[in-house]
């Protein structure tokens, strides 16, 4: 059963980093040792529980370990919504301009 949710593993909508992080490593924690994937195989499998930008961001950093890749993705994550936040400024000044023309 618990291979079955680490297969189905998601990142919520509402779920913070942190706390999908903690969710994925204590259920991988969780598998008895004789079926667990192996780390390396773990490291393969975080990434996809993310949206295409965050998995994408992370493979590009090739992290080593599963505490390297929990520690990029928060940075990852605040690049992104930096990123985002800085297209929303500019579509709003580029509005605010046509219509005071």
Same mark, same amino acid.
């Given at each position: 059963m618990l291979i079955e949710e680490y297969n189905q593993l998601k990142r919520h909508p509402d779920e913070t980093v942190q706390q999908f992080s903690d969710r994925f490593n204590q259920i991988y924690h969780?598998?008895?040792?004789? *079926?667990?994937?192996p780390p390396? #195989?773990?490291?393969?499998?975080?990434?996809r529980d993310f949206d295409s930008y965050i998995e994408f961001r992370l493979r590009?950093?090739?992290?080593?370990?599963?505490?390297?890749?929990?520690?990029?993705? *928060?940075?990852?994550?605040?690049? #992104?919504?930096?990123?985002?936040e800085k297209r929303k400024a500019e579509k709003e000044e580029k509005l605010n301009s046509l219509i005071k023309k």
């Open positions: 969780s598998i008895t040792l004789n *079926v667990r994937p390396d #195989l773990a490291l393969l499998h975080y990434p590009e950093r090739s992290p080593s370990t599963m505490k390297q890749m929990q520690d990029m993705v *928060v940075d990852v994550e605040v690049n #992104l919504k930096i990123i985002e």
